[in-house]
């Protein structure tokens, strides 16, 4: 039940269900609409032990179902993926540089399955999975390059690469494909365009997998979730109003870089006006979808972050100072398991912290 006089607006396009969402979040009785975080864990990358390894910074990570963490890392000085244990203790490191078998020259995680395997894709080139332990089970040389792959549950794949037979002149194409177990092509469930001369930074399109449900935003739709089953099939598709904003010289520090200023180059030709309504999503384990705008927070550093419910109702907004989704397929920097909150945090020296902390609804 709603407590304000309006209901929650839903619709359907043919097979599939619109919910439309106003400016401003639901008040549904009996539900939470916002959380505190009790920080249960920090790895700091500036740690002795850690720096003796040659992990420099960190990139995409995941974490198994007792709690392990791993960490894909490229300023390194022999393997890719580091281990952490549930009390951020570093255990061991796997994921050779090399060209051999189980070898790697530049991987993007895919995550840690229900199985507790940790996929990869190496250089567009081979799927590569691991053990807990960084022991191979499997690679499998691609036919098709793919910049990334999703492991799902139900032995298929998702897969996201570039379509060089839908370029044009003045736009190059990426495609996200649901694949069989053998990654044979099913269906191409969106398609991902942006100018040749890469003329803009932000534009927006990401998916993320939870439980049964692969959720994917596209900049050319503006503030929409389109929500898909693990067959492929449009379920859902979640609709906000949003306030349009413009862009800061902060916004642009934290997509560019300082350095970027400083070299005098023209920053205004990589940004939208007005920007893109969302910088990143994820999802949690019960279905809640949680949204990055570029709207600013109390705090500095602070952007605030739409929550949406498992039946797609705007229902609250939280302040986080969580890192930037400064590429469009957004790595995985941020992600929920079992409760907790993972997320990247970088220390006025430089190095990164990466921080676990318990949601706490209310």
């Known amino acids: ?100 078998p189980g070898e790697l020259q530049w991987p993007f995680l895919g995550g840690v399955s229900d199985k507790n395997e940790i996929s990869l894709v190496d250089y567009g080139q081979k799927f590569v999975v691991y053990d807990t332990k960084g022991r191979l089970l499997r690679e499998v040389k691609l036919k098709r390059h793919a910049l990334h792959i999703d492991a799902l549950s139900n032995g298929k794949f998702l897969t996201f690469g570039s379509r060089p037979e839908l370029f044009s002149a003045r736009t190059y194409v990426d495609a996200l494909v649901l694949c069989g177990s053998n990654f044979e092509e099913i269906k191409i469930l969106d398609r991902y365009e942006n100018a040749i001369d890469n003329s803009r930074q932000v534009p927006c399109f990401m998916w993320r997998v939870s439980g049964d449900r692969i959720f994917v935003v596209n900049q050319a739709r503006g503030y929409e979730i389109w929500v898909f089953d693990l067959e492929g099939n449009l379920v859902r598709k979640i609709r906000k109003e949003c306030r349009p904003v413009r862009v800061t010289d902060e916004i642009k520090d934290a997509i560019l870089g300082p350095e970027e200023r400083r070299a005098g180059i023209p920053q205004d030709k990589y940004f939208p006006d007005p920007l893109p309504p969302l910088n990143q999503f994820f999802a949690d384990d019960e279905g809640r979808i949680f949204v990055m705008t570029y709207e600013p927070g109390p705090n500095p550093g602070e952007y605030l972050w739409d ?32 409760g907790l909150l993972y997320c990247h945090k970088e220390k006025e020296s430089g190095f990164q912290e990466l921080v676990v902390s318990r949601m706490i609804w209310k």
């Open 1 to 100: 039940m709603c407590h304000r006089g309006d209901r929650v607006h839903r619709t359907f396009e043919g097979a599939v269900e619109v919910v439309q969402n106003h400016v401003d979040p639901y008040r549904l009785e009996g539900q939470p609409s916002s959380f505190s975080l009790e920080k249960v864990l920090s790895i700091d990358l500036e740690r002795d032990d850690i720096a003796e390894t040659g992990m420099g910074s960190a990139g995409e990570w995941d974490a198994d179902d007792q709690g392990n963490i791993y960490v894909v890392c490229f300023k390194n000085k022999e393997n890719f993926i580091y281990r952490f244990d549930p009390a951020g203790g570093l255990t061991t490191s796997f994921g050779r540089r090399g060209q051999g």
């Open 307 to 338: 929550i949406f419910n498992p039946e797609g109702v705007f229902v609250g907004r939280k302040a986080l100072n969580i890192v930037w989704a400064t590429l469009y397929l957004g790595p995985r920097y941020t992600f929920v398991r079992k």
